[in-house]
């Protein structure tokens, strides 16, 4: 990452002194954005171990639903409307099916949330990247600048 040449000009107008503070701040502020980074990163992979099932259990049980649902759509009105019990059993199984379709989109309500969170923590990852690649940027220039004094 390059630096305006006005910043190179406003630090190297600077004392030893006040370069060698300054690179000391800087260098603290890196560690601890790069310790940020790290626990970032952590939360990441815990996640990823943590959704990785359920983003695969995900497709598999739309599609057993759907065809659960189609499969009691087979059977004509007709034919039920004139067999109490089979008309009984597709009430009971067509309530069955959306109690569990309610449940599992609450699972995937939830499961979203946490890609959302997951999302955010790698936009902010890549904002802690970016400031530790500002960070690195200046000290080099602190570093040209302690040189050529």
Known sequence: MALDACVRVILCGLSASVLGAL????????????GEITAVQAQLV?????TLP????RGFAN????????????????????????????VGLTASLDQISGQFNDIIDDLNLVLSFKNELNALLTELS????????????IQQCAQSA
């Open 46 to 50: 815990i996640l990823d171990i943590t």
């Open 23 to 34: 690179q000391d701040i800087i260098a603290t502020q890196r560690l601890v954005i790069q």
């Open 130 to 141: 970016d400031l530790v690649a500002q960070f690195t940027a200046i000290e080099l220039v």
């Open 63 to 90: 599609e057993v639903l759907d065809q659960a649902r189609s499969a009691a759509a087979l059977v004509p009105l007709g034919l039920i409307s004139g067999c109490t019990d089979l008309g009984d059993f597709n």
């Open 54 to 57: 359920l983003e695969a259990a």
